[in-house]
């Protein structure tokens, strides 16, 4: 069964304190791997999308990087406007939908 | 500035009720999507649209209809047959296979 875990439920870090989320899955076939910010009340918003194994992209102070388990989503420096919930998704090959996996709630201190 | 609309952003339903959310996009992306979201668990998957007129169930389609009409609408009714309709509800569209979501604000629904 195809499925998305995501570590730690919550993290929290002080500010310019660098870490890591970690998005494990099992998928048949991997189409795309998503990153999705989201602040409370709101809806998510797109960051970024891997395609296989291999590949890394940044923005600012993220950089989301895939192996062929795992996808982690690395926060350099962080401020206090990073805090909010990160949602990893992925899609299977042939299939329409995304499995979401629950996010890691970040809290970045001032 | 293209984006996806949701309304209303709060609302509350009577035991019994039908209730309507709203989903306009002007991206001009064919395919969009009705996610129901609730606490400790990941979004959930309630309809799609691939095309106009035409849509398909998701995981949890019981107790939810939906129609489209035009390629910018996607509205989801609550139906009464929904037992547990509390929840925040994500509409969202993307350009083509392989691509990321675009995200409405969200509707937050509660029971009352």
């Known amino acids: 069964e195809d499925q998305v875990t995501q570590s730690p439920e919550a993290l929290r870090l002080q500010e310019g304190e660098s870490s890591s989320l970690n998005c494990s899955y099992t998928v048949s076939g991997l189409r795309g791997l998503f990153w999705y910010r989201q602040d409370p009340g709101k809806g998510p918003e797109f960051l970024f999308t891997?395609?296989?194994a291999g590949e890394e992209k940044e923005k600012e102070r993220l950089k989301a990087t895939l192996t062929k388990k795992e996808s982690f989503l690395h926060i350099t420096a962080p401020k206090p406007e990073d805090s909010a919930t990160y949602l990893c998704?992925?899609?299977?090959?042939?299939?329409?939908?995304?499995?979401f996996g629950t996010g890691t709630r970040l809290k970045v201190l001032a | 500035d293209g984006g996806i609309t949701q309304s209303p952003k709060y609302l509350f339903r009577k035991e019994g009720q039908n209730v309507t959310l709203s989903c306009e996009q002007n991206l001009n992306h064919d395919a969009m999507y009705w996610y129901r979201q609730d606490p400790g668990q990941g979004l959930r998957l309630i309809y799609y649209s691939q095309i106009v007129n035409d849509f398909q169930k998701g995981d949890i389609a019981e107790g939810y209809s939906v129609s489209r009409e035009k390629k910018e609408s996607f509205p989801l009714t609550v139906t009464s047959a929904q037992k547990n309709p509390t929840a925040f509800y994500l509409c969202a569209s993307k350009a083509g296979e392989g691509y990321g979501y675009t995200f409405g604000s969200g509707t937050r629904l509660t029971v009352v």
């Open positions: 998704a992925v899609q299977a090959i042939g299939t329409y939908k995304y499995i």
């Open positions: 891997l395609y296989s």
